[in-house]
C-alpha cells in the first residue's frame, strides 16, 4: 500500500501532524475493515524516534564532528540508510507506510518515490508548512526547557548529595513545575544545526512527479481544515478512484525468447548458424549448405524454403568463422530495441548473417 512522506522544516509541528494522521487512517481503516480481527491494511509509523535516531546525527558543527566526518557526512547518510531499510520492509500491497521526519532533500524523496513505484504502490507527500520565525521559537522553547532540567538536575544532586531520596511526586528528570505544562517532548535541535537543516531545506515541487500528489498542512489549519486535507490523501492512496501504479519500462527485466533480447538472439542464432555449417560442409570442402530459416525447425519445412551457405573451395574453419561472426555481431549491435517481435526477428538475423557469410566468401574466394 502506499507511502505517506512527511517533509517540513524542523520543529515545524510534523510529529504532531503524523500522530494525527496516524489515528486518522486508524480510524479509517477499522471502518474499511470487514472484520476487527482480519484488518484491510496494516498501519506504519517510521521515523527517526522509532528507529531511535538522535537528532545529533544531522549536526555538522565543527564542535560535533571533526572535518572528515562533516564532509562525508557519514552518520547522516546512515541515518537515512537505516529509515530507507524499514521503508522497503514494511512496503507491501496491505501496508501503508507513513514517514515522519526532515525528509529536506529533494534526492531522497526521489529515492523513496523509486522505491514505492518499484512495489508498484502509490505514494504522496505532505508538507507541513510554518513561517521559520515560529519553527525557530519552538526550537528555543524546547532549547530552555532542556536547560532548566539540566539546572534542576544538577541543584538536586549538589543539595540532595548521591542517593537522597526525591521529593514524592518527583521522577528523574522531570519536574511538576511550569515546564511540564504542555505535552511536547521532543528534543530540540542545536541552534547552529537547525539553522544549517532550515538553509538547506528544499521544499518540494507539485510538478516533479517525486512530490506529486502534494498535500499542505499549515501551523493555523484547524480540525476541520485538517479532516479534509487527510479525507484527500485517502482518496488519492487508497479511494477507489487512485491511479494504478506501473513500473518504469526500462527497469523491467526482458525475457531470454525471441522478442525479449535482441543480443541474445543475436548470438544465439549466428552461433547456430556457425555449427551447422561445420557439421554440414563436405570433407573435402566447397559446395552448398541448407540451413533452415528457423532455429530448431525441419529442413525445408513450413518456414520457408531453406538458406543456402555457398562455401569456397577449400574447407572452412572455426577460426574464419567465428572471425566473420564476431564482425557480423559488432555490425549489428545497434539494432538494440529495435528488433521485431516473436520469431521475425530471428529469421531476419539468419538471413542476414547467411549473406554476410556468402559475400565474404565470395571475397575471399
Known amino acids: 500500500m502506499p507511502l505517506i512522506i512527511i517533509t517540513g522544516l524542523p520543529t515545524s509541528g510534523k510529529t504532531t501532524r503524523a500522530k494525527q494522521l496516524h489515528a486518522y487512517l486508524s480510524s479509517r481503516i477499522a471502518s474499511a475493515s470487514k472484520s476487527p480481527s482480519t484488518p484491510a491494511y496494516r498501519l506504519h509509523l517510521i521515523s527517526d524516534a522509532t528507529l531511535s535516531i538522535p537528532r545529533s546525527v544531522y549536526d555538522l558543527s565543527p564542535a560535533q564532528l571533526p572535518a572528515h566526518v562533516r564532509s562525508a557526512n557519514a552518520a547522516e547518510k546512515d541515518a537515512r540508510a537505516a529509515l530507507y531499510a524499514a521503508v522497503k520492509r514494511a512496503l507491501s500491497p496491505r501496508d501503508i507506510v507513513l514517514l515522519d521526519g526532515l525528509n529536506y532533500i529533494k534526492g531522497w524523496r526521489y529515492q523513496l518515490f523509486c522505491e514505492a513505484k518499484n512495489a508498484r504502490t502509490p505514494s504522496c507527500v505532505l508538507q507541513v508548512g510554518c513561517p521559520v520565525d515560529r519553527a525557530r ?4 522553547s524546547r532549547l530552555e526547557r532542556r536547560e ?3 539546572r534542576k538536575a544538577r541543584e538536586r544532586e549538589n543539595g540532595d548529595g548521591e542517593g537522597a531520596a526525591r521529593p514524592e511526586g518527583k521522577e528523574e528528570g522531570r519536574d511538576n513545575d511550569d515546564d511540564r505544562d504542555d505535552d511536547d517532548d521532543e528534543e530540540p535541535y542545536e541552534p547552529s544545526n537547525w539553522e544549517n537543516l532550515a538553509f538547506r531545506y528544499e521544499e518540494p515541487n507539485p510538478m516533479a512527479r517525486w512530490d506529486s500528489p502534494l498535500f499542505t498542512l499549515v501551523w493555523e489549519d484547524d480540525e476541520a481544515q485538517t479532516r479534509a486535507v487527510f479525507d484527500k490523501i485517502w482518496d488519492a492512496i487508497a479511494g477507489e478512484g487512485r491511479k494504478p501504479v506501473k513500473p518504469n519500462q526500462s ?9 525479449g533480447d535482441y543480443l541474445y538472439v543475436l548470438e544465439r542464432e549466428t552461433q547456430d548458424i556457425v555449427k551447422k555449417i561445420l557439421e554440414r560442409q563436405p570433407d573435402e570442402g566447397g559446395g552448398v549448405v541448407s540451413l533452415p530459416r528457423v532455429n530448431g525447425a525441419s529442413d525445408g519445412g513450413a518456414a520457408g524454403p531453406d538458406l543456402v551457405v555457398e562455401l569456397p573451395g577449400k574447407k572452412v574453419g572455426l577460426p574464419q568463422l567465428q572471425r566473420y561472426r564476431r564482425a557480423f555481431v559488432a ?5 538494440i530495441g529495435l528488433e521485431a517481435v516473436g520469431m ?3 529469421r531476419r538475423l539468419r538471413e542476414s548473417f547467411v549473406g554476410y557469410l556468402n559475400d565474404a566468401f565470395e571475397k575471399d574466394g
Open 331 to 335: 555490425m549489428n549491435r545497434g539494432g
Open 137 to 140: 521559537a519552538v526550537n528555543e
Open 344 to 346: 521475425l526477428a530471428a
Open 251 to 259: 527497469t523491467v527485466q526482458r525475457d531470454k525468447d525471441p522478442g
Open 148 to 150: 532548566r532540567r539540566r
